[in-house]
């Protein structure tokens, strides 16, 4: 219910945005010259590309470009700041209109945003904020993640035990999620949180961390994992553990959504709409363009997946 509701409400957003960009642009003195020939120009930068999760943002930029036959540009910051703050001066030097931005490092970034600004152009941050003044920040509410993991956990271990945290990189979203699983956990008194490493979000390196973990903490029994990238290779160190460890997470990785389904170590995850960020993303960019007051914030529902709802799920 909650993703019909998420789905309906980008979709009406993006298609009022375009709407009031192709209809009105002959009233706009200054202003965007569709309607005399001109394509306008988004480019999106990303963190990086590996992840599945920005695969599918990737797939909804070009998607939503193409539907309103804009020219559009991406890059893939491989997360490496100094890369993206590279890559987004490269993008400055194609004259883009709208740049959607996906910081690797909030901080790191500012730099960028504020030459993008100077330049004029419209700065809409998606999934992770951005410092420089940037227009508007489109993403999920990451506190509701982590928190809504950690209360799974915490049920499903009847409130007592041994609990760790695979932390990630230094943006806004995952220490919001690693706050709200903390502050779940706080509920339960019976529960210790006995670790926190960066897992770095890489399923590969996640791995190596989990297993140290777990050796580590012997009497561990749950994992919180700031994505479901990470959460793949934790997963992969628990089954050789072959320990009795709980596993929750953030994403809704169609990976993740069948390991929930067809097992009992990985538990749930609180599961983002990748699609929808950046079309609502888009969408809130392309009404500042066309000269709309647009709110600073637009925060997207996330929703706890278990096996209990899993089948029929994706992004």
């Known amino acids: 219910m909650l993703k019909k509701i998420i789905k309906k409400i980008s979709a009406l957003l993006f298609a009022v945005s375009v709407s009031a960009l192709i209809f009105g642009c002959s009233n706009n003195a200054g202003g965007s010259e569709v309607g005399q020939g001109k394509r306008i120009k988004i480019a ?21 470009g193409k539907s309103i036959g804009a020219e559009i540009f991406t890059a893939d ?26 910081p ?16 004029g152009v419209i700065v809409v941050a998606v999934d992770a904020q951005a410092e420089g003044g940037i227009d508007s920040f489109v993403g999920s509410k990451n506190y509701d993640a982590g928190y809504l993991a950690g209360e799974h956990l915490a049920k499903t271990l009847n409130g007592s035990g041994e609990v760790a945290i695979l932390d990630g990189i230094p943006v806004v979203p995952i220490l919001e999620r690693v706050k709200g699983f903390r502050e779940a956990i706080a509920k339960y008194p019976n529960i210790k949180i006995v670790a926190l ?12 961390v989990a297993e140290n973990m777990i050796q580590a903490n012997p009497n561990l029994k749950g994992i919180f994992s700031v994505n479901d990238e990470g959460s793949l290779g934790v997963l992969r160190a628990i089954q050789s553990s072959e320990k009795d460890i709980k596993l929750v997470s953030v994403d809704g990785n169609p990976e993740a959504i069948e390991a929930i389904k067809s097992g009992n170590i990985f538990i749930g995850t609180a599961a983002q709409f990748p699609r929808d960020q950046v079309r609502v993303g888009i969408g809130i960019a392309l009404a500042k363009y066309w000269g709309a007051h647009i709110p600073e914030e637009i925060p997207i529902p996330v929703e706890l997946i278990t096996k209990e709802n899993a089948e029929g799920f994706s992004w």
């Open 44 to 64: 999106m930068s990303f963190q990086e590309m590996k992840n599945q999760y920005f695969v599918v943002m990737a797939e909804a930029f070009e998607e939503a």
């Open 104 to 119: 690797t490092d909030s901080q790191g970034i500012r730099n960028a945003v504020v030459a993008a600004k100077q330049k």
């Open 197 to 208: 490493q960066n897992g770095r979000q890489e399923r590969d390196y996640a791995l190596t």
């Open 77 to 102: 910051a491989g997360h490496d700041v100094v890369k993206q703050i590279s890559d987004v001066e490269d993008l400055l030097q194609r004259d883009i209109d709208i740049l959607i931005i996906n």
